[in-house]
């Protein structure tokens, strides 16, 4: 990217910007320092709370068992908070300010207010933290009540809302700049209209969270008297498990930008793409009804219908993206000369392009590890026997983790040298990196939920019970799913940091980005058009993807049924 910057005045307003070199875009400069920030943020809170993960993971070994009881839940509460609200939350601002500003090339709508969001967003979420750290709030991190945490741990989360809120609203008004001043042409690119799902989906689920956590809040500091349970949980999901419907739209839409810079890949339908993500805002968020299913407040029609009719239609647009994403590669290498045999154009992907590996890595470990344990905790019946087990935190790290953390450290390797105009440094590092985090996180996923599968509780400190009143023993195949997962948290560990320190190397010591930077190592495919226009890839010959979509219905069904026969053992009949 170039240095320069130029003077434009758009609207009235004087603004300064530089010209991408890579894109061709106008990229304005607080658009871009707010990328930035935004972004450090996130990666700081990554870094926090993937140490408190190793920490809880190292704990649940029966072998190491490293924390006391009273530090394992604060450590949890804290892992929880960092990398599932504030990482991920810190991070989608960035991509908000990113589809709507660069993207569209646009100046971004009210700069101060978005200036505003942050600062809210940091302080909620330091106040947040050190109401943990103080070891007043080991709440976890759906803080269920009667369990109360310190006033500030909710005055956090509440000011961290809201601040994430007015930065919504700051991309929903860029989107507004960008259609009267006629920056872009025709529809909004894909990745700004995956991004708007993002944001329409944010703010229902910003709007629940402070629906539930003011009166909490409230109650902390004894202004209410008492919280129903029943409803504290049906409106805090609301937010808990609708944040992750955010996650998936805005890692969906990096899939398609990172598939679209690096090889050109458009989508095969820009129609039944955007319809796709459609899906998502009308149903998404039914799935956080599988929180639910074992209350007894709640009726059994509401259960059956948020955990099957309508919540197959999310699944749908899942399976959508999931067969549109490789679809567009394939289509893309074949129109560069790959196409030999079924998987020529796989074979011949640039798979020592961090980007592009940490995106397929995350299509298809979400797919198989996160879809499929998604939809078949998401059943009403089958539920009944992983609910409350640790199967739960493992089909949460194939989705948040594999899914989304995946995606977005496979997009920081382009906005490192596109944003920060910085090169990578120690690339084989880089290169490396997404294999060790995705190996050590498919570890994690897997064996708690296989320990999950054989009753391995959720939330219990010491799966020996070696301070229990009543001796309880699991079957040794969850002895050994633990160690496992131990090691795998090391392993993960170990991927996070090696992104850490890239990130942050890069950013400090990495050679600045010129003209002949560009020329001799590009990383954005054809000036990046097929990101920031209207297009399809206009083909359905895929036998590739063919082959890959049919593999993972093939695994999708086997695995539906055999758990469907693990309940039938639950419940004999004879």
């Given at each position: ?84 609200l ?20 646009c ?40 369990m109360?945490?310190?006033?500030h ?23 507004v ?48 008297g ?41 989508p ?24 639910m ?21 999310a699944?749908?647009?899942s ?64 539920n ?15 989705t948040?983790?594999?899914g ?45 939920m ?48 090696m ?22 190592n ?6 990046g058009k ?45």
């Open positions: 990217m170039s240095a320069s910057t130029a003077q434009d005045v758009i609207g009235g307003i004087e603004e300064n910007y530089r010209t991408c070199l890579d894109t061709g875009l106008r990229v304005y400069s607080k658009a871009e320092t707010l990328i930035k920030i935004n972004a450090v943020t996130a990666v700081i809170f990554l870094a926090v709370g993937g140490f408190f993960g190793v920490l809880v993971a190292l704990t649940r070994w029966p072998a190491v068992h490293l924390l006391p009881a009273d530090l394992f839940y604060l450590v949890l509460t804290a892992h929880g908070a960092a990398v599932l504030f990482w991920i939350i810190f991070f989608e601002m960035a991509v908000l300010y990113f589809a709507s500003a660069v993207i569209l090339n100046r971004l709508a009210a700069p101060k207010v978005a200036w505003l969001g942050y600062i809210l967003m940091l302080v909620g979420a330091l106040l947040s933290t050190v109401a943990v750290l103080q070891g007043e709030s080991s709440v976890m991190f759906t803080s269920y009540v009667p109360q945490a310190a006033p741990f909710y005055l956090g989360l509440i000011l961290f809302a809201v601040g994430a809120l007015l930065g919504v609203f700051v991309f929903f008004g860029t989107l700049v960008a259609k009267d001043e006629q920056t872009y042409q025709g529809s909004v690119p894909l990745v700004t209209f995956g991004a708007l799902t993002a944001a329409i989906i944010a703010v229902f689920t910003l709007a629940s969270g402070a629906i539930i956590l003011i009166p909490t809040f409230l109650w902390s500091v004894g202004y209410i008492e919280i129903d349970t029943i409803t504290y949980k049906l409106v805090w999901w609301g937010m808990g498990h609708a944040s992750q419907q955010i996650n998936v739209s805005a890692h969906v839409s990096v899939w398609y930008v990172i598939a679209a810079l690096v090889l050109g890949a458009k095969l339908s820009e129609k039944v793409s955007r319809s796709a993500f459609l899906l998502y805002i009308l149903f998404l968020q039914l799935a956080s009804a599988h929180h299913l074992v209350e007894p407040g709640v009726s059994s029609e509401w259960k059956v219908f948020n955990t099957s009719y309508a919540f197959y239609l699944v749908l647009g399976m959508i993206h999931g067969m549109s994403v490789p679809g567009a590669v394939e289509a893309a290498q074949r129109r560069r000369g790959f196409d030999q045999g079924i998987f020529g154009w796989l074979r011949h992907a640039p798979w020592s392009n961090p980007a592009f590996s940490g995106m397929a890595l995350s299509v298809v470990l979400f797919g198989f590890l996160g879809g499929i344990s998604g939809v078949v905790l998401g059943t009403e019946q089958i009944l026997l992983m609910h409350n087990t640790l199967y739960v935190p493992g089909h949460f790290h194939a948040v983790v594999l989304t953390t995946l995606a977005f450290m496979a997009i920081t390797y382009l906005v490192v040298p596109l944003i920060f105009r910085r090169e990578l440094v120690l690339k084989k590092v880089a290169q490396w990196q997404p294999y060790v985090f995705a190996i050590g996180v498919s570890g994690n996923a897997l064996f708690m296989g320990a999950g599968t054989l009753g391995v509780a959720r939330r219990h400190w010491d799966i020996t019970f070696g301070d229990a009143v009543l001796s309880f023993d699991y079957p040794g195949t969850a002895f050994l799913m633990m160690g496992l997962n131990g090691l795998s948290g090391l392993l993960a560990g170990v991927g996070g940091l992104f850490v320190v890239v990130v942050v190397g890069s950013i400090l010591f990495g050679k600045r980005r010129g003209a002949e930077e560009v020329k001799s590009p990383i954005v495919f054809a000036g097929a990101a920031t226009s209207y297009g399809s890839a206009h083909t359905l010959k895929l036998p590739g993807t063919i082959t890959l979509v049919s593999i993972f219905f093939l695994a999708f069904v086997l695995y539906y049924f055999v758990n469907w026969k693990f309940l039938s053992e639950v419940w004999p009949l004879s």
